[in-house]
């Protein structure tokens, strides 16, 4: 089946430091990947993606590249801004572009200025 | 318009209350997602639409739940009976093919309608 494994918050970090958030996945076929922020309130909005294999999805500083051989998509920003500070989500959808997403758990990222 | 909407924001029900819930896709978007965000993070989906029909709908407890996207209608998302374990964030996304003819079908989220059943 389908499901994505990201690394358990809270993180917390200070301003201008390097950020690595963990995403590993599991899929029947061929998915495309998701990062997605929350801020306090909000919905989801699309951060970055990529659609396959050694794809480098980036948006706002933040970069994330489809790894099939280690079934991964580990999001980085070199240097956080507290503006940043939100739970991001990694996801995945099946090969279907209809297909449903499927969520990692959320990591919740502080950043202190 | 160019946001999906969602209403109410918050909603209140007592246990046994219907609630129903309203989501208007961005105009042009044929295809509807509704989620259940419980727990403050863990994402379960619902159930899907192209246009007014079912796509996919294996997220759905049937029992209680029911979904329907109408023609020139808000979609809506219905549970019966409520309970206390449905307390949690309800998101509707959209989506559509883009105008280039690239299937990136990307979701755009909604704010989410909070639903707490007391």
């Known amino acids: 089946g389908n499901s994505v494994t990201q690394m358990e918050g809270p993180v917390t970090l200070s301003e201008e430091a390097f950020l690595t958030i963990n995403c590993t996945y599991t899929?029947?076929?061929?998915?495309?990947l998701f990062w997605y922020v929350q801020y306090p309130g909000e919905g989801l909005q699309l951060l970055l993606k990529?659609?396959?294999?050694?794809d480098k999805g980036s948006n706002k500083g933040f970069e994330a590249t489809y790894r099939k051989e280690t079934t991964s998509f580990h999001l980085e920003k070199g240097s956080v801004q507290v503006s940043d500070s939100a739970v991001y989500f990694c996801?995945?959808?099946?090969?279907?572009?209809?297909?449903?997403?499927?969520f990692g758990r959320g990591t919740q990222l502080t950043v202190w200025p | 318009g160019e946001e999906v909407a969602q209403t109410p924001k918050h909603l209140v029900r007592g246990e046994g209350q219907k609630a129903k819930l309203y989501c208007a896709p961005i105009?042009?978007?044929?295809?509807v997602f509704w989620y259940q965000q419980v727990l403050k993070n863990e994402f379960k989906f619902l159930i899907s639409?192209?246009?007014?029909?079912?796509?996919?709908e294996t997220g759905m407890p049937k029992e209680r739940f029911s979904a329907k996207c109408l023609p020139n209608s808000p979609c809506s998302l219905e549970i019966q009976a409520t309970k206390l374990e449905d307390s949690a964030v309800y998101f509707c996304?959209?989506?559509?093919?883009?105008?280039?003819?690239?299937?990136?079908?990307?979701?755009?989220f909604g704010p989410g309608t909070r639903l707490t059943v007391t």
């Open positions: 996304a959209s989506s559509q093919l883009t105008r280039k003819g690239k299937s990136s079908y990307e979701q755009y």
């Open positions: 899929a029947t076929g061929y998915p495309s």
């Open positions: 990529a659609t396959k294999a050694d």
């Open positions: 996801a995945l959808r099946e090969g279907s572009t209809l297909g449903r997403l499927y």
């Open positions: 105009k042009g978007h044929s295809y």
């Open positions: 639409f192209q246009n007014e029909n079912v796509f996919d």
